[in-house]
């Protein structure tokens, strides 16, 4: 099982750009969750999905939207990057709910300029 | 509200030294602890985790006790191992109506031969 993968694992864009970061879990977990790392900062939770077409907002939504068309894929879009959102965001996912062990993915450092 | 601090990092260690990475939480509701850990290069992997108070999580010879009455959730090795350099992450849920899972800061923890 490979787990939790995410691409890319670097990225650097413009201020007003939009990009996805992709996450897939190949552990048919229904729970799956996007969380953001900002330097000296604990995670915080910004998306997260209960099952195919279920998400719901986390602690810090605002910027971002999500969508699970499938178990295996949660993507994360950034529709207008601003250097507010430079961080490391973080993919995870856990077969019940968040009392659940999570499993991550290795992250994507995003950077804004 | 919900919120976890740990002890401030970096943390440098000689090779079986022992280990405390202090850890204290405020919560809303009756919480769930757990310890992450994140090695180079990799996503988080839970380390160890505890339901109710005075249970003792433990794993890879690392421990922590959920204490109620000092708000604690201590992580403990009594010998450190080069391997074990990684950040550590405290981190609580709430046991009824979670939706999120709180991160303490991390600490990182550098063990020299």
């Known amino acids: 099982n490979a787990g939790v993968t995410q691409t890319p694992k670097f990225r650097i864009l413009k201020i007003g750009q939009s990009m996805t970061l992709q996450c897939t879990q190949d552990m048919n977990h229904n729970y799956m969750y996007w969380y953001r790392q900002d330097p000296g900062m604990g995670l915080k939770l910004i998306y997260y999905s209960v099952g195919a077409g279920i998400t719901d907002k986390g602690e810090v939504p605002n910027g971002y939207n999500v969508s699970r068309s499938t178990t295996e894929d949660f993507p994360l879009r950034l529709e207008l990057a601003a250097p507010s959102q430079t961080s490391v965001y973080f993919c995870a996912s856990s077969q019940g709910g968040i009392q659940e062990t999570q499993y991550f993915g290795p992250g994507t450092r995003l950077l804004v300029l | 509200g919900n919120s976890v601090t740990q002890m401030e990092g970096p943390v440098t260690l000689s090779e079986e030294a022992f280990l405390t990475i202090n850890c204290t939480y405020t919560?809303?509701?009756?919480?769930?602890l757990f310890w992450y850990v994140q090695y180079p290069g990799e996503g988080l992997q839970l380390l160890l985790k505890a339901t109710k108070a005075d249970d003792k999580g433990s794993n890879k010879g690392f421990e922590a006790t959920y204490r109620k009455e000092t708000t604690s959730f201590h992580l403990e090795k009594g010998s450190v191992q080069v391997s074990d350099s990684a950040v550590y992450f405290c981190?609580?849920?709430?046991?009824?109506?979670?939706?999120?899972?709180?991160f303490g800061t991390g600490t990182r923890l550098t063990v020299i031969p």
């Open positions: 981190a609580l849920t709430l046991q009824t109506g979670a939706n999120n899972l709180f």
């Open positions: 919560a809303t509701g009756y919480p769930s």
